[in-house]
Every structure is written in C-alpha cells, then in structure tokens.
C-alpha cells in the first residue's frame, strides 16, 4: 500500500508539472511555489533564533479559517512564538500569504522521504496543527519518529473513509496512530475513532464559528455594495461555479417576473474570478435579467441602477454577507459546498447545491429550517417564497444568533491546551 501512496504522489506531482508545460495558471502556479520553498524556509530559519515554533498546515483557504483563529489567540498568549503556516493549494496561499500572524507562509513540498527529512530538520516544531482532512504519511510518520505532538484539529470522519475500509484501513491507520490528540468536531466522529481504539479525542466543536463572528463583528462598508444593495432583497451568491451561476440566473428571471413590485437584486462572488467567463455571462443574460456590471468597473450610480454585480476581487465574500437577505453557496454540484457558516453567521438562510451529506454543518442548518437545498430552478424559487413569508426572517435571524452564541470558543479550547504545552519546559522537544 506505501508503494502506491508512494507512487500516487509521483504520479500527481508529474501531472501537475505537466499541466503547468501546458500553461494552466493554477498548476504553474503549485509548481512555482514549491520551487521557492527551500529559500523561504531558509529565510525564515535564519530569524527564528531559539524561539519555540508552532506549524500549521492546511490544504487550502477554508481550511485556513479553521485554524487561523487559534494562531491569532496564540499570537495573543504567547507574543514570540514563531509561526510558520504551510498550504497545499495556490488559491489558499494567494489568499492568504499576507497574513501578518505567520512568521512565515509557504507551500507545502511533495510528501517524499526526502523532502519530509529536509523539512523537518529545518523547522523542527515544538508542536504541529494539521486542519481536518490533511493526512501525508511521511509527514506523519516523522513526527511519530521524532516524538513531535501532532494536533489534528477540525477533524470529521465519517464511515465512509479509507481509515475505515478494507484494504486501506490498515495504512490509513498508521497516520492516526502518528496522531497525538484529534479535535473532533461532533460525538459520531469521536465514535468513529473509538471503534478503533483510539481515545486521544476531544469533541470540541468548529473552530469556524469563532472566526465568522469575529469577521461579522468587525466594521465593513463599501460604496459600490452600500449603492446597489440600497432598498433591495439581495441574494449574496458566494464560492460559486457554473452550474450555481446558470441556476441563481435563470431564477431571478422567475422571481422577477413576479416580485409584485418588490426590488431583487443578485451578488455573485465566483470561486476563481475569471473575467472573461464573467464577461460572457454579462453578454449572454443582457436584456433578460437587468443590468450587469463587475464590481471593478463600477461607480455608484452604475451599481444602484443594476441588478446583478459580479465580484471579481478575492478576498470580500466573508464580509459581503452582510449585504443579504438570501445566501447561496456554491459547490454542491460540484465536490462539495465551501462555508455555509460564514452567512449564516449574519442571521439569513443559506441555500447550496445536493451534494452536501458530508458537511455536518449543512445537516444542522437544514434541520432547524435555517437552510435550504436547491436542484434546480422551481425548488430555489419555491425555497424563497417560503423564507420570504412574513416572520420567517426574524426566527431565522433569532434562532441562528441562538446557536452561534452557544457553539462559540472551539478556537480557545485548542489554543488554551497548546499554550499549556509550549510554555511548559519540560514539553520541549527533544530533537535526535
């Protein structure tokens, strides 16, 4: 099984590297950034002197925000520890690598014997956070070697995974058992782990809700939103792709057509920002939806006259939501819907695609009629008279407020437990 991992790892890299030759920005973009990991690291080295170092890992930019407000609570406690943050994809470290409460931000190398040896010996952490779904076995393996703590955190499973399957469970069960402590996001997954004898598990909840509150709470305003949201129903479409985008238009056809006066208006923040796909869909729905307009080529006027603005900026979504009275996420027509929390967080309904059974998140949302599922355009249209029904707003906004307010601290709970174990002395790592 090693040697297909192995293998696997191989073959992706040469595919990626192949894409890249071809000219995909995104698979040039992998390659370049692992080009540039050594000189980082160096660098990055060269500053840290004899301060105790926390890494943490995550695959991509969501994940990102499940451990970002454990580093800004440690960053608090312990004001010298040295971060470094590594991500997997291109999209969450462009996102993300001018955030000032890493020491350091990079990709992660190829998960190769070698590159595992070298990196290790470099940043040699006192303590490793990988976030949810990041399971490499020779960066595991190493740890487990070397003695380091290594946290999942934000972790759910589900019977469906290789831990839990024959003829995987038995390599996939070597990783758990490199794992120090798990925080799990709910009793199934601990469950889960228990079954196989694992009992290093916390049920601590979604590191997620304390950072969406935070983002919530925090002041926003922008002109070009403030004018084309101003006494309008707004749908605030977040993360989406094609097939999120041909449905939210088609739908607000139909619900213009019998909004009895009311004024919709629709936002659309795609996962990639591509302009020209946006300026084609600006083409192919002129004259049938109203107006269209690209947030970047906006003024005021142009937005309150609108009725659809597209988003072609990253790094807004999180604080758009703010503008909504309906939120949809995309991704469930896809692999899987992105965050539904961070809409929810301002009190409104999410929508998503069907593909949504492996988000716990989802399950909890729809259960207390929070959420909706959409398939096509008679349910989405169906959903928003529904929630357009007169008291529906202010219970969702109530309830939700409710249980944000209870599920909030999971971030403080982890970073209480690694304060505990960097600041004692007798938990420094001892190095071979």
């Given at each position: 099984?090693?040697?297909?991992?192995?293998?696997?790892?191989?073959?992706?890299?040469?595919?990626?590297?192949?894409?890249?030759?071809?000219?995909?920005?995104?698979?040039?973009?992998?390659?370049?950034?692992?080009?540039?990991?050594?000189?980082?690291?160096?660098?990055?080295?060269?500053?840290?002197?004899?301060?105790?170092?926390?890494?943490?890992?995550?695959?991509?930019?969501?994940?990102?925000?499940?451990?970002?407000?454990?580093?800004?609570?440690?960053?608090?406690?312990?004001?010298?520890?040295?971060?470094?943050?590594?991500?997997?994809?291109?999209?969450?470290?462009?996102?993300?690598?001018?955030?000032?409460?890493?020491?350091?931000?990079?990709?992660?190398?190829?998960?190769?014997?070698?590159?595992?040896?070298?990196?290790?010996?470099?940043?040699?952490?006192?303590?490793?956070?990988?976030?949810?779904?990041?399971?490499?076995?020779?960066?595991?393996?190493?740890?487990?070697?070397?003695?380091?703590?290594?946290?999942?955190?934000?972790?759910?499973?589900?019977?469906?995974?290789?831990f839990f399957r024959r003829p995987t469970a038995r390599f996939w069960g070597e990783m758990l058992e490199a794992v120090t402590h798990f925080f799990v996001l709910n009793a199934e997954s601990a469950a889960l782990l228990g079954a196989l004898g694992i009992e290093r598990v916390s049920i601590n909840g979604d590191t997620r809700v304390d950072r969406v509150m935070k983002i919530r709470d925090e002041s926003f305003s922008d002109p070009i939103l403030d004018a084309f949201s101003s006494g309008a129903r707004v749908v605030v479409a977040g993360s989406t792709w094609p097939k999120d985008e041909e449905l939210l238009l088609d739908s607000l056809k139909t619900l213009m057509a019998d909004a009895q006066g009311q004024l919709i208006k629709l936002i659309l923040v795609p996962h990639h920002p591509n302009t020209e796909r946006i300026d084609e869909l600006i083409n192919q729905f002129y004259g049938l939806t109203g107006r269209m307009i690209r947030w970047s080529k906006a003024d005021r006027s142009m937005a309150a006259e609108a009725r659809i603005l597209w988003i072609d900026r990253m790094g807004m979504l999180s604080r758009l939501y703010r503008y909504a009275n309906i939120a949809w996420v995309g991704g469930g027509f896809g692999m899987g819907i992105h965050n539904i929390l961070e809409p929810a967080v301002y009190g409104i309904p999410v929508g998503f695609g069907p593909n949504y059974h492996r988000f716990a998140e989802a399950h909890t949302l729809l259960a207390h009629q929070w959420a909706f599922c959409a398939q096509d355009q008679e349910s989405f249209c169906l959903a928003w008279r529904s929630l357009s029904q007169e008291g529906e707003p202010l219970r969702i906004r109530a309830e939700l407020s409710q249980w944000f307010a209870q599920n909030q601290g999971a971030s403080f709970r982890i970073a209480d437990k690694a304060v505990d174990w960097l600041t004692s002395a007798h938990n420094r790592t001892a190095y071979p």
């Open positions: 099984m090693r040697l297909l991992y192995d293998l696997g790892i191989w073959g992706y890299g040469a595919g990626v590297r192949l894409a890249a030759l071809l000219g995909n920005h995104r698979a040039r973009q992998w390659v370049l950034g692992r080009k540039q990991v050594w000189a980082s690291l160096s660098e990055w080295q060269q500053k840290r002197g004899d301060r105790r170092v926390l890494w943490l890992h995550a695959a991509s930019a969501g994940e990102f925000e499940q451990g970002r407000p454990i580093l800004d609570a440690l960053r608090e406690r312990i004001p010298d520890l040295y971060i470094l943050v590594s991500f997997f994809s291109p999209s969450g470290y462009q996102l993300h690598k001018t955030y000032t409460g890493a020491d350091g931000i990079v990709f992660l190398p190829e998960d190769k014997p070698s590159n595992v040896a070298r990196w290790m010996e470099m940043v040699r952490p006192d303590l490793s956070l990988f976030v949810k779904y990041e399971y490499w076995y020779h960066f595991y393996r190493a740890h487990r070697r070397a003695g380091i703590p290594l946290w999942v955190i934000s972790a759910p499973f589900r019977r469906s995974q290789p």
